[in-house]
């Protein structure tokens, strides 16, 4: 009997090996297959943008990048459009293949410098281009959420970039919305003051505020709530910082709705780069100079800086401007989910607010078969809106005053500096000044968007007005040369929408600019509801605060 059982455990022991060692191949299959996969699909996308580059994985270091052929230093070496670099996370068209890649190097526990490039260069590539005012450059969704935790968790430990951050909504809404500012002049503190606590007397009903008492809870609602306080107050302020600027003249906001609230999250003021450039004409004979036709966006383009041999790895972290600091400076660009994610800024032009008489100069023009086809390019075709993103933009350093705004919130949200022994801490040669309590002020930011404000508001003053334009083309229209088939002409209706255009743009962006400051100066309401020494990631004391008022 003992030896029948001895048997039988023998048996089965040869039969678990014998299954172990069958398995064993199909396990390293598996993972071949996935290897292959993965090069296949990264080697798809980086064709797209490089004929220098490619991915490349080796059991010993895991994924890297090498050198498709031999080049030189200093070589343009991978090109990427600036849509790409600048297009939001809301719709991964290949969120599952990030995540099965992030996961499949948990498991094989690869750490090499070179994969963050490849993986971060690649993300950008593979995110779908769309633009929306609703949920601009947002993690939104659960999902998304989650996802991007996994990525960072897994790049956190062995990878130094702590520029990459996740930033949830509600931490978005808190940093942004909710925060102290350089104080007011005591009279107006009080007046915004009293107007906030007048509307908030009207509510004596219990059952309200329990309800607001949740709500208020919710950073996100806390914000609405003051939102529409405040709102009554911003037609007042935006017409007078109008006034400050020169701005008088109602024609040149033809188009232009002053009241038109995009909310919290769609102000995104400020540009990508320094200024978008556009050609205005001055004479009617110039007019064929201004012709702008849509652009795909402006190109990063990489080198590195020294030569390399096919098939050597590819450091490209020697390339200064890889870094986000030199990145932003420049080219204006900032890879998404970083601090400066949120304050970037995209204008739209949309021929679905072509009234009657301007859609059939479209119609006649072709731009509406134009504009499709650019929406079809574009992935964003959208059949009942007939509207695409344009980019006039030019390459340029962004001022120092800007870029001390962007530290603001980057630094003050990672709590880098020593409050304590530093009056000032230097964060890339550009002082940040603190308060008392250890906090940043927000006048750097309302300075630099008042130096932008100016920028922009020149601008409409070049060439002719909006409504000079459209007299224009009235009188164009009124020929009895006028016709679909007199190109001439069509082409000077063209040269004129386009430029009436990009007015238009420049009004969208200083409208929007000032939207931001006014909000800023808004701010100043809550010095007067909450701690001045209040942390962005002190909850309880806002909460505390809350509950305070609605008793």
Request: charged residues 25%; aromatic residues 12%; glycine residues 2%.
């Amino acid at each position: 009997m003992d030896q029948f059982i001895r048997v039988k455990k023998a048996l089965y022991l040869c039969i678990l090996v014998s299954f172990i060692l069958l398995l064993q191949p199909i396990v390293s299959q598996t993972h071949s297959e996935k290897v292959q996969r993965y090069l296949d699909f990264y080697k798809t996308q980086f064709n797209k943008f490089s004929d220098a580059l490619e991915p490349q994985y080796d059991i010993n270091n895991g994924f890297y990048i090498a050198a498709k052929r031999d080049f030189k230093a200093n070589e343009t070496v991978l090109n990427i459009p600036l849509k790409f670099i600048v297009s939001n996370f809301d719709n991964f068209k290949f969120k599952k293949e990030m995540m099965d890649l992030c996961l499949f190097n948990q498991e094989i526990k690869k750490q090499s410098r070179e994969t963050l490039h490849l993986y971060l260069l690649v993300l950008r590539f593979m995110v779908e281009f769309k633009s929306n005012y609703d949920q601009p450059f947002g993690i939104d969704t659960f999902e998304d959420v989650e996802f991007m935790q996994t990525w960072l968790n897994y790049m956190k430990d062995h990878i130094n970039y702590e520029d990459v951050q996740l930033w949830s909504q509600e931490l978005r809404f808190f940093h942004n919305n909710i925060s102290t500012s350089q104080p007011q002049k005591e009279a107006n503190r009080k007046s915004v003051y009293e107007e906030f606590m007048r509307l908030l007397s009207k509510h004596k009903d219990q059952e309200f505020k329990k309800v607001m008492e949740s709500a208020l809870l919710d950073i996100r609602e806390f914000y609405k709530w003051v939102s529409a306080v405040t709102q009554s107050h911003q037609k007042q302020q935006r017409k007078t910082w109008l006034t400050m600027n020169g701005i008088s003249s109602s024609d040149k906001y033809e188009g232009i709705d002053l009241n038109n609230k995009l909310g919290p999250e769609s102000i995104y003021i400020v540009p990508m780069i320094d200024m978008f450039s556009f050609y205005i004409p001055q004479t009617p004979k110039d007019e064929v100079k201004s012709l702008l036709n849509p652009q795909p966006g402006l190109q990063l383009d990489m080198s590195v800086n020294k030569g390399f041999k096919k098939g050597q790895s590819v450091n490209i972290t020697n390339k200064a401007s890889l870094d986000s600091y030199n990145l932003l400076y420049n080219y204006g660009i900032v890879i998404d989910n970083n601090p400066y994610a949120n304050i970037m800024l995209v204008h739209t032009n949309h021929y679905s607010k072509f009234d009657v008489f301007y859609g059939k100069i479209c119609e006649a023009l072709q731009c509406v078969s134009e504009t499709e086809e650019k929406l079809t390019e574009s992935k964003q075709l959208n059949n009942s809106q007939k509207e695409f993103l344009t980019y006039k933009l030019s390459k340029g350093p962004i001022s120092k005053n800007l870029m001390n705004m962007l530290r603001v919130h980057d630094l003050n949200l990672r709590k880098v500096m020593n409050t304590k022994e530093e009056p000032f801490f230097e964060a890339n040669k550009i002082n940040l000044q603190l308060n008392v309590d250890g906090i940043f002020q927000f006048n750097n930011e309302i300075y630099a968007i008042n130096e932008y404000i100016t920028a922009v508001n020149s601008i409409q003053y070049e060439g002719y007005s909006v409504t000079d334009m459209n007299e224009m083309i009235l009188e164009i229209t009124s020929t009895p040369e006028f016709s679909p088939e007199n190109r001439d002409l069509l082409n000077k209706i063209k040269a004129l929408q386009e430029a009436i255009q990009s007015k238009q743009v420049a009004q969208e962006h200083e409208l929007q600019a000032l939207d931001r400051g006014i909000d800023l100066i808004n701010r100043d309401l809550l010095n007067d509801l909450l701690p001045q020494n209040i942390q962005f990631d002190d909850f309880s004391k806002l909460q505390e605060q809350i509950q305070f008022l609605l008793q």
